[in-house]
C-alpha cells in the first residue's frame, strides 16, 4: 500500500505561484508514474501533468505547459507541481495520483492510477 499526502495549496492571486508537494509512503516501487489532477467543482479530474521515473517522459496538458512543472525527489518519496502565472481557471482541489510505470509515457487519465492522495485546495482569485 501507498499512502500520498499533498500540501501547498492556498489562495493566490492572479499572476502568482505556488509549489505542491505530495509525500509518498508505504511500500513505494521502484518504477512508477504520478501525476496531477485538478477537479473543478462539477468536473471529473483532469490530469495536466504527469512523469514517470527518472523523469524520461514527461506530459502536462496544453492548458498548464509553459506555466507548471512537475518534477520528483526519489530520495525524499515526494512529487512536486511548481505552479506560475496562475489563472482564476486554475482553480480546483488538486490530488495526486501515483500508478504502474508505463516507459512510453504516463496516463493523463484517471485509469492509469490506483493511488490517491486527500487534495489540497487551490484557489486563485481575479
Known amino acids: 500500500q501507498v499512502q500520498l499526502v499533498e500540501s501547498g495549496g492556498g489562495l493566490v492571486q492572479a499572476g502568482g505561484s505556488l509549489r505542491l508537494s505530495c509525500a509518498a509512503s508505504?511500500?513505494?516501487?521502484?518504477?512508477?508514474?504520478a501525476a496531477w489532477f485538478p477537479q473543478a467543482p462539477g468536473n471529473q479530474p483532469e490530469g495536466v501533468a504527469a512523469?514517470?521515473?527518472?523523469?524520461?517522459?514527461?506530459y502536462y496538458a496544453d492548458s498548464v505547459k509553459g506555466r507548471f512543472t512537475i518534477s520528483q525527489d526519489n530520495a525524499k518519496n515526494t512529487l512536486y507541481l511548481q505552479m506560475n502565472s496562475l489563472k482564476p481557471e486554475d482553480t480546483a482541489m488538486y490530488y495526486c495520483?501515483?500508478?504502474?510505470?508505463?516507459?512510453?509515457?504516463?496516463?493523463?487519465?484517471?485509469?492509469?492510477?490506483?493511488?490517491w492522495g486527500q487534495g489540497t485546495q487551490v484557489t486563485v482569485s481575479s
Open positions: 495520483a501515483a500508478g504502474p510505470y508505463r516507459p512510453f509515457g504516463c496516463s493523463s487519465s484517471t485509469s492509469g492510477y490506483n493511488y
Open positions: 508505504g511500500t513505494t516501487a521502484a518504477a512508477y508514474c
Open positions: 512523469i514517470n521515473t527518472g523523469a524520461v517522459r514527461i
